[in-house]
C-alpha cells in the first residue's frame, strides 16, 4: 500500500511540475483574473430606427451601449423600446440625462433591465467647463486654490445628488461624466467612472495619466470616449486614427472605450463604415490581446499641489479657470512634458490631496522635486 501511494504522489508531483511549467513559459498567473472590458458607442441623436440599424450592426463587435440623446431619456416610450432592444441584443448599456425630473423613468430601467443598465451619465463637461468659462460652471470666484476647490466640490455635488430638493439623484445610482479636464475633482465631488475625452489636439496620454491617476488613488473607475477632432464634418478623426487611438485607451487600461457619434445638431451620425471597420478590427484586437488584472505597483505617480486645478493644454493654460498661468504651472508643465517621453504609460498624474505613500505606485516624484520610493 505505501509503495502504491508513493508512486500515486511522485506522479502527482510530475504533473503538478509540468502545469506549473507550462504556466511559467506561457507568462499568465492562472489565478489572474481577466480584466472587466466595456467597448461601444455614444449615440447623442433621436432617431429610434437609425438607433436599431446601428446597434444591430456594431452588437457583433461590442458589447456597450450609451443612450446619449434627452430626446430618449425622457421619452418613456422610446427609452422603453430602446433598453429593451438593447437587452435582447445582450448590451450592457447607461442612458445619459440632465433633468432629475425623469428620473422616474430610468428607476423604471434599472428594475426592469438592471443587470445590462450600468447607470446615469449625468451632464458633461463640467470640469472642462470650469476652465473655459463654461455659462453654469460651479465657481466664478474664489479666494485662492483651496477656496475654489472647496466650492467646486461642494456645489458640483449638491448639484449630483441633491439638484432639486424633492427629486434627489438615488445614491445607488452609477453617476457617469465625460470630461476633458479636472477630473480628480469630478471624482471628489460624486462622480463614479469619467471617461476622459480624446480629441481636438490634446495631449491623450496627458489625459490618460491625469484620468487614471485619480480614479487610481480615489478607488475608482475610468474610461475613454472618442470625441470630436474638427468642429465641422466630418467631426471625427480617420479610421486609422480612431483604431490607433481604440487600442492606446485599451493598453492604458481603460475600463469603458467608447466612441462619440453625433453632428452639431444632434440630428444624425458621424460614423462612417471605414470607423465601423475599425471597430471591428479593434474588438479583433482586444479578444486576441485580453488584458489581466493590472498592477498599478509597475507605475510612477507625479504629485500635484493640493487645489492645483491646471488645465494642462500648454504652458498657458489656466488655473481653476480663475487664475492665469503663472511660473509653478509654466515649471509643472515642462516637467511633465520630460517624463512622458521617459514613463509613458506607466506615469499617472495625482494630488497631494491626504496621499498615502504606499506601494500603490513603484515612485513618487513631487512637483518640488523631492522622490520617495515606497
Known amino acids: 500500500m505505501k509503495t502504491k501511494y508513493s508512486v500515486i504522489f511522485i506522479a502527482f508531483l510530475l504533473i503538478a511540475s509540468i502545469l506549473l511549467a507550462s504556466v511559467s513559459l506561457s507568462g499568465e498567473n492562472p489565478m489572474e483574473e481577466e480584466q472587466e472590458f466595456f467597448f461601444g458607442i455614444d449615440v447623442a441623436y433621436d432617431d429610434p430606427a437609425d438607433i436599431k440599424k446601428l446597434i444591430d450592426e456594431v452588437s457583433p463587435y461590442t458589447n456597450f451601449f450609451l443612450l446619449g440623446s434627452t430626446g430618449i431619456s425622457h421619452n418613456a416610450t422610446k427609452l422603453n ?13 447607461i442612458v445619459y440625462d440632465e433633468d432629475p425630473r425623469s428620473l422616474s423613468l430610468l428607476r423604471d430601467v434599472e428594475m426592469e433591465w438592471g443587470d445590462k443598465f450600468l447607470g446615469l451619465e449625468y451632464e458633461d463637461e463640467i470640469g472642462g467647463g470650469q476652465l473655459d468659462v463654461w455659462e453654469y460652471r460651479p465657481v466664478n470666484e474664489a479666494t485662492n486654490h483651496s477656496d475654489a476647490s472647496d466650492r467646486f466640490v461642494r456645489e458640483l455635488n449638491r ?18 461624466t465625460a470630461d476633458y ?27 490618460v495619466a491625469l484620468c487614471r491617476g485619480a480614479a487610481t488613488i480615489q478607488n475608482k473607475d475610468w474610461g475613454v470616449i472618442i470625441t470630436w477632432t474638427y468642429d465641422s464634418p466630418p467631426y471625427i478623426e480617420s479610421a ?3 483604431y490607433d487611438d481604440l487600442v492606446l485607451a485599451y493598453e492604458n487600461g481603460a475600463k469603458y472605450v467608447v466612441v462619440f457619434d453625433s453632428n452639431e445638431d444632434y440630428t444624425g451620425g458621424i460614423l462612417k463604415p471605414d470607423h465601423l471597420d475599425a471597430m471591428e478590427q479593434f474588438w479583433k484586437y482586444t479578444k486576441e490581446h485580453p488584458r489581466r488584472q493590472a498592477q498599478n505597483n509597475d507605475r510612477v505617480a507625479y504629485v500635484l499641489p493640493k487645489d492645483f486645478a491646471y488645465g494642462f493644454r500648454g504652458p498657458d493654460d489656466k488655473i481653476w479657470g480663475l487664475w492665469e498661468a503663472d511660473a509653478a504651472s509654466f515649471e509643472i508643465s515642462e516637467t511633465v512634458g520630460s ?14 490631496d491626504g496621499l498615502k505613500l504606499d506601494g500603490t505606485y513603484n515612485k513618487y516624484i513631487f512637483w518640488n ?5 515606497p
Not at 86 to 91: A, S, V
Not at 194 to 204: D, I, K, P
Not at 369 to 373: P, Q, W
Open 81 to 93: 423600446d430602446l433598453c429593451q432592444y438593447l437587452y435582447d441584443k445582450n448590451l450592457y448599456f
Open 159 to 176: 448639484y449630483l445628488r441633491f439638484p432639486f430638493p424633492l427629486r434627489p439623484i438615488p445614491s445607488d445610482f452609477p453617476l457617469f
Open 369 to 373: 522635486s523631492s522622490v520617495i520610493v
Open 339 to 352: 517624463l512622458l517621453p521617459e514613463y509613458g504609460r506607466k506615469l499617472d498624474i495625482i494630488y497631494d
Open 181 to 207: 479636464a479636472l477630473y480628480w475633482f469630478d471624482y471628489k465631488a460624486g462622480y463614479d467612472t469619467v471617461l476622459a475625452e480624446f480629441g481636438w489636439n490634446y495631449s491623450r496620454q496627458i489625459n
Open 240 to 242: 486609422t486614427e480612431l
